[in-house]
C-alpha cells in the first residue's frame, strides 16, 4: 500500500514505525499501549504490508524531531520512579517493584568484596551468624562466593547454604548495615557496579556449581541432615556426572571431545552401565582405543580421584550447558542402573 506521508493518520504512523523495529523492540513498545490502541494498530499493520520507503522515511524523521523536540524531564527521584510505576503496574506491583530496587541498590555496597581475596573475605565475616554470611554470598559473584565457600568450617558450610536458599529478600535496611559493617571492618571502598537479587536455590546452585568436589558433597550431606527435602530438590536441579545418560548423542559427543582421555578414563572407574555406554557408545575409532587402554592400565584409584575426575566432566556438562550449546533433559523419568 503506497501512501504519501500527508495522508497517514496517527494510528498508521505508529504502525509504519513499529515496522521498523525489531520485533522484540516492536514488542515492548507495543506492551505500552492499551489492548485498543494495540488492536488498532496491528489492524494497520496488516493492512500496510509494504511501506514505501520514501514514506517510512518522512514518518521516521517526523517520529525523530519529535521525540528530540519534547519537554526534558531533569527530575528524577523515587517519587518520579514509584508514580510512573504505579502508573504502568498499578500500586500493589509497583511497590513490589520499587521495594526489590531498593535492595538491588542496597546490594551494590557488597561489590566490593569482588576486588580483595577471599581469604580477606573469610576474615571480614569469621564469627557472623550463618544468616549474615549467607547474605554476602549470595550478594557475591558464584565463582567468589564458592571460593569463599569452600573456605567455610564444615559445618558451617550447611547451615549458610540453608539460609541462601530460603532467605528470599532482604530487607533494604538491614543489607547496607551489613556492607557498610564489613566495609568500616575491611577499609574498603564501595564500587557502584550493578547487584543481583538474593536469595533462594539458584544463587545456591550457582554457588555449588563452582565449587570442588569435596564442598559440594560437605554442603550437600549437611543439608541432608539440615532439611532433606530442601536437599533433594537441589540435587535434582543439579548437574551430575550420571546427567551425561540425559544428553542426546550429539550433546554427550561434543561433551567428551574436550576432555582428556586420562581424566574420562578414571571418571568411569566404578561407574553404573548406564553411564559406561552413554561414554563408551559416544567416542569412536581412534579416541575409543586410546580411552580403553587408558582404563586398562588404570589401578587401584582413591575415591577422591575418582570425584575430581568426574567433576572435570561436571564442569564440561555445566559450561556447555550455560553457553547453550547443549540441553540437559532434567524433566526424564529416574534411570534404574
Not at 517493584?97 to 568484596?113: M, P
Not at 541462601?164 to 564489613?182: K, R, W, Y
Request: negative net charge; charged residues 25%; glycine residues 6%.
Amino acid at each position: 500500500m503506497k501512501l504519501a506521508d500527508s495522508t497517514l493518520t496517527g494510528t498508521q504512523k505508529a504502525a509504519v514505525v513499529l515496522m521498523q523495529m525489531s520485533p522484540p523492540n516492536a514488542a515492548r513498545v507495543m506492551a505500552q499501549f492499551t489492548d485498543s490502541e494495540a488492536e488498532e494498530i496491528a489492524a494497520e499493520i496488516v493492512r500496510l504490508r509494504k511501506v514505501d520507503p520514501v514514506v517510512a522515511e518522512q514518518v521516521m524523521t517526523e517520529f525523530r524531531e519529535s521525540a528530540l523536540s519534547a519537554p526534558r524531564q531533569a527530575r528524577g527521584g523515587r517519587e518520579l520512579a514509584e508514580n510512573l510505576l504505579e502508573a504502568s503496574f498499578g500500586a500493589a506491583k509497583a511497590a513490589g517493584l520499587i521495594n526489590r530496587l531498593a535492595v538491588n541498590v542496597a546490594g551494590r555496597s557488597f561489590e566490593f568484596l569482588e576486588d580483595i581475596e577471599p581469604v580477606q573475605v573469610l576474615a571480614l565475616i569469621d564469627g557472623e551468624l550463618p544468616q549474615t554470611i549467607a547474605l554476602v554470598l549470595a550478594h557475591l559473584s558464584p565463582r567468589k562466593a564458592s571460593t569463599v565457600m569452600s573456605g567455610l568450617p564444615g559445618s558451617l558450610r550447611a547451615d549458610v547454604a540453608l539460609c541462601i536458599a530460603t532467605m528470599g529478600s532482604g530487607a533494604p535496611e538491614a543489607i547496607g548495615i551489613v556492607a557498610e559493617t564489613l566495609k568500616v571492618r575491611g577499609g574498603a571502598a564501595v564500587s557502584q557496579q550493578a547487584s543481583k537479587v538474593v536469595g533462594g536455590i539458584q544463587p545456591l546452585l550457582e554457588i555449588i556449581n563452582k565449587a570442588d568436589a569435596s564442598t559440594e558433597r560437605s554442603v550437600l550431606d549437611g543439608l541432608d541432615l539440615l532439611n532433606p527435602e530442601l536437599a533433594g530438590e537441589i540435587r535434582a536441579q543439579m548437574v551430575t556426572f550420571d546427567d551425561i545418560v540425559k544428553l542426546e548423542r550429539r550433546d554427550a559427543q561434543l561433551v567428551l571431545r574436550g576432555l582428556d582421555s586420562t581424566v574420562l578414563a578414571v571418571a568411569m572407574k566404578g561407574a553404573s552401565e548406564a553411564v559406561l555406554e552413554a561414554i563408551t557408545t559416544n567416542v569412536s575409532g581412534r579416541n575409543l582405543e586410546i580411552l580403553e587402554a587408558e582404563i586398562a592400565a588404570l589401578g587401584p584409584l582413591r575415591t577422591s580421584q575418582i570425584e575430581e575426575a568426574r567433576a572435570a566432566v561436571v564442569r564440561s556438562i555445566r559450561e556447555l550447558d550455560a553457553e547453550g550449546e547443549i540441553t540437559i533433559h532434567r524433566d526424564e523419568e529416574d534411570y534404574v542402573y
